[in-house]
């Protein structure tokens, strides 16, 4: 059974963050820094330039000083997390094999990096994730099966299909809203591992979705939730989902 483990780096979690604000955004930039507390200023120069070593190098002197102010809260939201998915990682992994089905996970482990302003899940080939620290653990540690279930999602087409039927953002849509009705939709889930979260269980998931970091995507969330509803098995449901989402234009889902 797979495993999940917790870790700090600081070069990686510089790579990720440049990655991160370097690449599309359908949350926006100007949301992830409001909502991150990203220094505007800092960012607004990292992306008027053009050399990634210039841009790097302005991302490593800011972050540097971050670290300085939030190391020890890093660890301890690492030891914190831990000890939480000591005793939550059989039951995931059981459940997740229930409800999706005995497709394997692709890795023994996965490690999630204690990051400094994002989270991040794997769109496949990789065992790599990432949690922003600012989360309250104790609270909100599905995000972590959130993105989890994300990645395996990723995990599920690359074994179900020889070649990816649409393009990685179809299929980033998909995971999200999947990781949305599973961590929060779920009964199963929410009982056995996450019960605070029961609030959101009843509220139609567009409204959910449209409250969310991709509030484009609810209207697509609604439909993929009815085949969900109805869906014969697992595997029936991404075949489904996949059939719809594919004649949705990829700049809409990037939110370009």
Known sequence: ?????????????????????????????????????????????????????????ILDEYLREVYKDIRADLEKVELVYEDIWQDKEDDFFKLSTEIMGDLPWDYDNYFFLISAFYSMASWGGTNQLAVWYKREPRKHYYMNGYELILSHFFETVDRL???????????WALAEITAHILTLKEEKMISSLWPQMNTLIDTPIEDDISKGSYPHLADHAKKVWQIYQNRKGYDDYVNQSIDYIKDASKESLKRE
């Open 161 to 171: 299909y020889d070649k990816r039927p649409v393009s990685d953002w179809h299929i």
């Open 1 to 57: 059974m797979a495993r999940i483990k917790f870790y700090i780096d600081y070069d990686e979690d510089l790579e990720n963050i440049l990655f991160r604000l370097t690449s599309v955004d359908p949350a926006g930039l100007d949301y992830r820094v409001k909502k991150k507390g990203l220094d505007k200023q800092v960012v607004e120069s990292i992306l008027a330039e053009e050399d990634f070593g210039k841009q790097e190098q």
